[in-house]
């Protein structure tokens, strides 16, 4: 029902900033979690961070802490990732998804929508 689509990816340097946006379409996107997972060549999507419905509740992975926000604009239909202080090892295609759970979830099989992705490459 949503359609998803990632923009802000691009060709960066260690330690520098990157702001990843998701533009959703959907009445009912305001409802849903949504959540930012990654995709490096040869190794499995792995999840990034995630938000609840309201923008309130929001949740990251042990490697990101710190260092990514994800936060969103339900009026804008859109949710974002600011991602500080980047590292080699953030290098890979990122997505974003949404899921009926309004509390979000960590598990891909939770997401039926996803984006195309947009990709990060982080170099020294």
């Known amino acids: 029902q949503v359609q998803l689509v990632e923009s802000g990816g691009g060709l960066v340097t260690v330690g520098d900033s990157l702001r990843l946006s998701c533009a959703a379409s959907g009445r009912l996107f305001s409802s849903y979690g949504v959540s930012w997972f990654r995709q490096a060549p040869g190794k499995e999507r792995e999840y990034v961070a995630g938000?609840?419905?309201?923008?309130?509740?929001?949740g990251y992975a042990d490697s990101v802490k710190g260092r990514f926000t994800i936060s969103r604009n339900n009026a804008e239909n859109t949710v974002y990732l600011q991602m500080n202080g980047l590292k080699l090892e953030d290098t890979a295609v990122y997505y974003c998804?949404?899921?009926?759970?309004?509390?979000?979830?960590?598990?891909?099989?939770?997401?039926?929508?996803w984006g195309q992705g947009t990709p990060v490459s982080v170099s020294s």
């Open positions: 938000v609840d419905f309201s923008g309130r509740i929001t």
């Open positions: 998804a949404v899921t009926r759970y309004s509390k979000g979830s960590r598990n891909p099989s939770d997401f039926g929508s």
